[in-house]
């Protein structure tokens, strides 16, 4: 073979692996910059996800319960029926100062919030304390028991197991109850109920009038 021959042939040979070559290299740097990319895609999401905070759980709200008509903390009054204590109680219940009706100007009478109460003072000719109560739904309230909200059969029997005794004529509905005491006391009770036979209000004296009816 010629000189010329061999030296061509293996010019050839050169250019041939030259290309190869190069092809390898190409390929190498492309699948190194897409995992390149790929890492960064991946660090970049990473950020962002530890970035953006996590939904917090919706705040669970309390339920809201109904308003109750009649509530076991209500302000029993009995305690309060006597001429030292009479004006604790008007404080308490924050009543204010009104015109006498049932005694005129020798009376104490307070009203507010659907309470009305009034008194006449001792004297030395009068040393009893003759009291008046009188409640028109005003549930925060109770006497013996009594209290605006409260069914007729319930207020009914809690008055008949605790001494009192139905007065009137009517025997299947009374709405007046009477308590009579060894001391000659005498204690009554007058109920209005609403259309639910429910009681909407309530009236306590101790100064009874009249021959009431006992059954």
């Known amino acids: 073979m010629k000189k010329g021959t061999i030296f061509l042939f293996g010019l050839v040979l050169i250019l041939i692996m030259s290309v190869v070559l190069t092809g390898c290299s190409s390929n190498k740097s492309v699948d190194s910059g897409q995992t390149g990319d790929s890492s960064d895609k991946a660090q970049s999401n990473a950020a962002n996800s530890s970035e953006t905070p996590s939904p917090e759980p919706p705040e669970l709200q309390p339920e809201e319960n109904p308003p109750s008509q009649n509530t076991d903390d209500s302000i029993e009054l009995s305690g309060y029926m006597n001429e030292e ?20 100007e020798l009376g104490e009478r307070f009203e507010g919030n659907g309470i009305s109460v009034e008194w006449q003072p001792s004297s030395g000719t009068n040393p009893s304390i003759p009291i008046t109560v009188q ?71 101790n100064w009874p009038q009249g021959n009431l009816v006992v059954q």
């Open 85 to 104: 204590s009479l004006p604790s109680m008007v404080q308490e219940l924050g009543l204010t100062k009104a015109e006498g009706e049932q005694f005129g």
């Open 135 to 205: 409640c028109s739904n005003n549930y925060s309230v109770s006497m013996q028991g009594v209290s605006c909200g409260n069914s007729y059969e319930d207020t009914k029997s809690s008055l008949l197991q605790n001494c009192w005794r139905a007065v009137g004529t009517d025997t299947k509905h009374p709405n007046s109850f009477l308590m009579e005491t060894d001391n000659n006391e005498r204690f009554l009770i007058s109920l209005t109920l609403d259309s639910s036979d429910c009681v909407s209000e309530w009236d306590w004296c």
